[in-house]
């Protein structure tokens, strides 16, 4: 089974700190993504990456920065952290079918993220 | 501009009932669609997909959906809800460079 896994379940910080919110995956998958989940909104792509060192905004990439230094792993920055970026993160990875770039995606369990 | 729309934002079902989710998307282009299902406090799951070929897909947990082109629909369908079934049902599309798109989420409550 894929196995997705996020540093943490759940985080507390306060505004203007720097945030970390960690990914792993460990099935190799070239594609790696950051969403937010907001009730009645979705997900919103907020990062993805497509190969190590890669990495391409997505929908609302605004006050978030990503690094992909390994293939497994794919880190979302909150530079600074304001109060409206309090929501659930989630990390996907995914393993492109042959010939194209598009594939299922495997979630991990998220962060639910509270900036005070 | 590019989208996925559920309609029923609250769904409240009697197990045994038939269930169905609707699902529209607005993109060009190849189709490619997602049904993922995320239970109480766990993670966001695979349900189901359609990339291309037979348009009545087949997926976990009793489960289908038909592709409908003409009506730019994907609907998620049981015939039979059990109360495991309540969680929040989400619709993606692929819309290309390696984007998704994501409906809004259905929230679904089956009664015991």
């Known amino acids: 089974d894929v196995k997705v896994t996020q540093s943490s379940r759940y985080l507390v910080k306060r505004t203007g700190e720097k945030v970390f919110l960690e990914c792993v995956q460990d099935m190799d998958h070239e594609n790696m993504f950051w969403y937010r989940q907001d009730p009645g909104l979705g997900l919103r792509l907020i990062y993805f990456s497509y190969d190590v060192k890669m990495k391409e905004k997505g929908d609302i990439p605004e006050g978030y920065s990503v690094s992909r230094e390994k293939k497994e792993r794919f880190s979302l920055i909150l530079e600074s952290a304001s109060t409206n970026q309090t929501s659930m993160y989630l990390c996907a990875s995914s393993l492109p079918r042959a010939g194209e770039t598009y594939n299922e995606q495997f979630f991990g369990p998220g962060t639910r993220l509270t900036v005070l | 501009a590019q989208s996925v729309s559920q309609h029923n934002h609250h769904v409240i079902l009697s197990e045994a009932a038939s269930l169905e989710l609707g699902c529209n998307y607005s993109y060009g282009g190849t189709v490619n669609l997602f049904w993922y299902v995320q239970y109480p406090g766990q993670h966001l799951q695979l349900l189901l997909k359609?990339?291309?070929?037979?348009?009545l897909v087949k997926g976990i947990k009793g489960f289908e959906a038909e592709f409908i082109k003409s009506k730019f629909s994907f609907n998620l369908r049981k015939p039979s809800v059990q109360w495991s079934d309540t969680a929040e049902y989400f619709c993606a599309g692929y819309t290309g460079t390696y984007k998704y798109i994501f409906g809004t989420g259905t929230r679904l409550k089956v009664l015991a």
């Open positions: 359609y990339f291309s070929g037979d348009p």
